[in-house]
C-alpha cells in the first residue's frame, strides 16, 4: 500500500506539494510514482532563478524502466533545487516525501493549491489506477 | 490473472512485484532491480524462468528435422554430448520466427534426440511452425511443460549450486564445459545463461522448484527478478526477441550472422535462400552498441540519424546500465554509420558513440 501523506497536496500525474513555514512550496514525486517508476537513475530539475509554471513540464525523472516529465503544483519562481539528487537518484525511491524532493517554489499565488487534489482525492486516482 | 510457474506463491512471499509477462505472472523484481543486478555481476542471484518453452525433439529424422528447421547446423555440436548450440528458426522470407537454444542430449533407447528453448512469448507460433515442418519427417515434439527452469548466475553462482545439491549432481557440475548440458535424474543442468556471467540454467520436475529455490536462498544467492535480467543480457549484447529482431527482421541485420551455418552449401534449411542472396547484395542494415556518457537514457524506438544516410536507424532495446553507470543501447541502423550518430530523445538530438554491440562481460566493462 502506497503511503500518501494527509498534509500534501497532489496531482494526479503523482507529484506533491507541501507548503513550508516561510511560504515557499516544496515540489516532489509521490511513494506511488517512485513505486511504479522503480529504480531512479537520473532526475534533471529546473534551475534555481528559473520561472515554473502550473501544468508546464518543470522537470524529468528517469528510472531504469521509463522517463517521466514533472510537473509543479504551483507557479513561481525556483528558490531551491535538491542537489543531492545528481549523486544519489535512488534517494527518490527511499525517501520521496522527505530527502528526494525535487526543487523549491516561491509561488506567485499559493491559492492555485486550491485546485490541487487533497490526500483523500489523490488515494481515489490511485486506487482506480490499480 | 496469467499463467503461473511453481514458483509463484515463492515469489509473492518473498515479496516480488509480479506483472505479466508474455501471459505469464513473473517477478519483474524484489525490491531494487539494481541492486539485483549488481549482485549477479559481483556474486550470485537466481531467476525463475519456467516460462520458457522447452521442447524435446525425438525420432529417426530428428537431426535431419533441425537442419531444415533452423539457420544454424546440429552437426557442429553431435560430437559432444550435452552441447548447446543458440540458433534463429528463419521464416521463408528470411525473417526470425525465434531464437533459440538446442541441446545434443546424450542418446537414450529411442536413439540421438535433442531439447530445444524456445521464448514464452511466441510459444504458439512457434510450436505451429515446427509441428508443421515436422509433418514432413519421422520426429515426435514433446512439450515439457511438467519441468520448472531455474538460472542461477555470476561469480559464486557454480559454487554456490553445488552447496545445496547431491554429490553426484555437484560432480555433473564439475564437468561441464561452457554451453553443454546434461541429464542427472529427471534433472538437466546446464552451463549456460542469460547474463554475460557464468552460471548454471537447471530443469527439474515442477514439484521441486520450491525447495530448490528456497535451498540456494538460503546459501545465499539473491532471488533477482526479470527486470534486472533484461539490463543483465543488454549489458551482455545479447538480443531479446521481440526487440533486436522479429518475423520480419533478417538475422544479418540482428548480429546473427554468426549463429549461420553457411556451409556445407548444400544443406538447405528454411529461409536460406532469401538471407543468401541478402549477403550476397550487402545487408543494408546492422546492429550495433550505443553508448550516451552523459544524463539521459536510451529507449526502444527511438531513431537514430546517420551522417550520409537518408535511411533512420532504430533503438531496439535501451536502458541505463547499472555496471557503466550511464545509458546504452543496442540500435538496428544503415550499415553506413561511423563512430557517432544522434538519437532522437524527447524532442532532442543527442550525440551518442556507437561502439561493438557489447558492453560487459564477467562484470568486466569492454568499452
Known amino acids: 500500500m502506497s503511503d500518501i501523506r494527509k498534509e500534501l497536496k497532489?496531482?494526479?500525474s503523482h507529484e506533491w506539494a507541501r507548503v513550508e513555514e516561510d511560504g515557499t512550496v516544496t515540489i516532489g514525486i509521490t511513494d506511488h510514482a517512485q513505486e511504479a517508476l522503480g529504480d531512479v537513475v537520473f532526475v534533471e530539475t529546473p534551475e534555481v532563478g528559473s520561472r515554473v509554471s502550473v501544468g508546464e513540464e518543470a522537470g524529468v525523472v528517469e528510472s531504469v524502466k521509463a522517463a517521466s516529465d514533472i510537473y509543479s503544483l504551483v507557479s513561481g519562481e525556483v528558490v531551491a533545487v535538491n542537489e543531492a539528487l545528481a549523486d544519489a537518484p535512488e534517494t527518490v525511491n527511499s525517501s520521496p516525501y522527505d530527502d528526494g524532493w525535487f526543487f523549491r517554489v516561491k509561488p506567485d499565488d499559493l491559492a492555485e493549491l486550491e485546485e490541487a487534489l487533497d490526500a483523500h482525492d489523490y488515494r481515489e486516482i490511485i486506487e482506480s489506477e490499480e | 490473472m496469467g499463467f503461473k510457474t511453481a514458483l509463484y506463491n515463492t515469489h509473492q512471499a518473498m515479496g516480488g512485484k509480479l506483472v505479466d509477462f508474455g501471459g505469464w505472472d513473473m517477478p519483474l523484481h524484489y525490491g531494487s532491480q539494481i541492486e539485483e543486478h549488481n549482485y549477479v555481476r559481483q556474486a550470485s542471484g537466481m531467476f525463475d524462468v519456467s516460462h520458457m518453452t522447452v521442447v524435446d525433439v525425438k525420432g529417426q529424422d530428428a537431426k535431419?528435422?533441425?537442419?531444415?528447421?533452423?539457420?544454424n547446423d546440429v552437426t557442429k555440436i553431435e560430437a559432444v554430448p550435452g552441447k548447446a548450440l543458440y540458433?534463429?528458426?528463419?521464416?521463408?522470407?528470411?525473417?526470425?520466427i525465434d531464437d533459440l537454444i538446442v541441446y545434443?542430449?546424450?542418446?537414450?533407447a529411442s536413439g540421438a534426440w535433442f531439447r530445444t528453448v524456445v521464448n514464452c512469448g511466441t510459444r504458439e507460433k512457434d510450436l505451429a511452425w515446427m509441428n508443421k515442418i515436422a509433418a514432413d519427417f519421422k520426429v515426435e515434439l514433446i512439450e515439457r511443460d511438467d519441468l520448472a527452469m531455474?538460472?542461477?548466475?555470476?561469480?559464486?553462482?557454480?559454487?554456490?549450486t553445488k552447496t545445496v545439491v547431491s554429490t553426484n549432481r555437484?560432480?555433473?557440475?564439475?564437468?561441464?564445459?561452457?554451453f553443454q548440458g546434461l541429464p542427472e535424474g529427471e534433472w538437466f543442468i546446464a552451463r549456460t545463461g542469460y547474463t554475460g556471467e557464468d552460471g548454471l540454467e537447471i530443469m527439474l520436475p515442477n514439484t521441486e522448484a520450491e525447495a530448490f529455490w528456497k535451498a540456494l536462498h538460503t546459501a545465499g544467492v539473491a532471488a533477482c527478478g526479470l527486470a534486472a535480467r533484461d539490463t543483465l543480457r543488454l549489458e551482455a549484447g545479447m538480443n531479446l526477441y521481440g526487440h533486436e529482431m522479429d518475423d520480419n527482421?533478417?538475422?544479418?541485420?540482428?548480429?546473427?550472422?554468426?549463429t549461420v551455418a553457411w556451409a556445407p552449401a548444400e544443406r538447405n534449411f528454411i529461409g536460406r535462400s532469401a538471407i543468401e542472396a541478402e549477403k550476397n547484395a550487402g545487408p543494408a542494415f546492422k546492429l550495433v552498441g550505443l553508448v550516451l556518457r552523459e544524463r539521459g537514457v536510451m529507449r526502444a524506438e527511438q531513431l537514430v540519424s546517420v551522417d550520409g544516410s537518408e535511411q533512420k536507424g532504430v533503438i531496439t532495446s535501451g536502458t541505463f546500465s547499472p555496471t557503466l553507470g550511464y545509458s546504452i543501447a543496442l540500435a538496428r541502423v544503415p550499415v553506413s554509420i561511423g563512430k557517432q550518430c544522434h538519437v532522437e530523445m524527447r524532442g532532442k538530438h543527442v550525440l551518442v558513440d556507437v561502439v561493438a554491440p557489447n558492453f560487459v562481460r564477467n562484470g568486466k566493462p569492454l568499452i
Open chain 1, 10 to 12: 497532489y496531482l494526479s
Open chain 2, 64 to 71: 535431419a528435422y533441425l537442419q531444415y528447421l533452423l539457420a
Open chain 2, 87 to 96: 540458433s534463429g528458426m528463419l521464416n521463408p522470407e528470411g525473417g526470425v
Open chain 2, 104 to 108: 545434443n542430449m546424450p542418446q537414450d
Open chain 2, 150 to 160: 531455474i538460472a542461477i548466475q555470476g561469480p559464486k553462482a557454480i559454487n554456490l
Open chain 2, 170 to 178: 555437484a560432480e555433473v557440475i564439475d564437468s561441464l564445459k561452457i
Open chain 2, 249 to 258: 527482421v533478417s538475422p544479418l541485420a540482428a548480429n546473427m550472422g554468426w
